[in-house]
């Protein structure tokens, strides 16, 4: 879906532009980090008209801080030199930055010089890949992402100065849903919905949740493409706009040992092209108690397409963790499991918040509404590649027509029982030899090279981490062994 005055053609792109000196482009490498740059009005054009400009692929030979992965992985190595890519800008993307004096910004997928085509790990190329596959059988992907994120009264210098200890939360206390914490930084909350939407970002509702300078804040339900775009961007927007106010938004997931973690919840469905939502019954058919071939009583009110796709997701959450929570950090938040509101095994179940996917479905929404809420990402998830897992997923459960492979949660009662529920990986360094291990869901959904090169990325995390000293093995040891 395009940004609302996106240009169809390059007449109409230097019609847009007449007011401009320059453009700024950027796009995602695979921690959902922006890379991008100004261009001159007149370099930016020529690129467009040349089908794109070159881009140094070290952004993908490199890990969030900028260290080259000492494996030599696919993209970016020492042997092709740390070559260009292929930088095209999709015009669909048009928007203006209002907090840097408007200037015109427009996102790029990374493409092989060679072949054109989308380097497997580009998170938009990957998205993108995966939306035409469900467009060939005339389904649109559609999705919504919902944040909770802490806040901290600091900015770089002062977190770097106190090595990122004794931090200053933005708030106070536990607050979810307040209205007296919103105004101790009213001008900053509102802020961040206003400019957001002046930055073609829709947010549909915008809160404090339950945590010291937490918020949490859903996006606007509408095509994957556009919602993974416009959940990156917004965080993006979180940071540049809370720079102006001496505010740190973190998407960390974890920050602090004793409280609840912070989730990145997407919502999935399908929409036929006339409209129609693939995984909800008719009126008719809701009316007469839902469908009668049902595999579960709490899955009677959803299609047997969004059954099948329900099993998919089902079968192989497992082997796509790290493309859901892909940070050390993240399976810290998983470790509390439901107690810290992080469902950390696989399971679903109608209007259930404690199981890994929610079933959302009449009678507490209409038809039309139906969809999935997938609860394992948190908020470091990136977006892009979340999506791609999920509907490649959900596809493969639809094409081979699979079962639900266990009982809805609620029915899960026995101490027995629960025993036979899959639990998922609860570090990276487990979750990524999930992943990459021969014959793996993920290799075969999204490929041999997605898995080599994604997975050596997350490897490298797992090295780093484990060569740290943290300062809980200091206190812990130190004195004492």
Known sequence: MSTQNAPTNLAELTTLLEDATKVKVAGLDVDGVFRGKYMSKDKFLSAVKGGGFGFCSVIFGWDIHDTVYPKELLISNRGNGYRDLLAMIDLSTYRRIPWEKDVPFFLVTFLDPDTKEPICVCPRGTL???????????????????????????????????????????????HGYSLLRTTLNKDYFNDLFDECLKFGVQIESHHTETGP???????????????????????????????????????????????????????????????????GLSDAEVEAG????????????????????????????????????????????????????APNAVTYGYDSRAASIRIISPPSVSPSATRFEVRVPGADVQPHLALSSIFLLGLRGI??????????ISQITTPEEKKTVKKLATSLEAATLQMMREGSVAREVLGDDFVDHYGGTRQHEVDLWNAAVTNWEVERYLELI
């Open 213 to 279: 300078g937490v918020f949490e804040t859903a996006l606007a339900y509408t095509s994957a493409l556009r919602i993974a775009d416009n959940a990156s961007l917004f965080k993006l927007a979180a940071k540049s706009i809370g720079m102006q106010y001496g505010i740190i938004p973190s998407f960390m997931a974890k920050p602090y040992a004793n409280l609840p973690g912070t989730s990145g919840h997407i919502h999935v469905s399908l929409r036929t092209n006339e409209g129609k939502n693939v995984f």
């Open 399 to 408: 094409e081979k027509k699979l079962t639900l492979p266990l009982r809805p």
């Open 128 to 174: 993108k890949k995966t939306v035409s596959k469900l467009a060939e059988r005339g389904w649109d992907a559609m999705a919504g992402v919902e944040y909770e994120y802490f806040q901290f009264k600091e900015n770089a210098h002062s977190v770097a100065e106190k090595k990122f200890t004794g931090l200053e939360a933005l708030t106070p206390g536990m």
């Open 290 to 341: 839902g469908r009668k071939d049902a595999q579960y009583d709490e899955t009677k009110f959803i299609s047997q397409e969004a059954e099948w796709f329900l099993a998919g997701l089902l079968e192989g959450l497992p082997d796509v963790v790290p493309t859901l929570v892909p940070t050390i950090n993240g399976y810290k938040r998983l470790v509390g499991g439901e107690s810290f509101w």
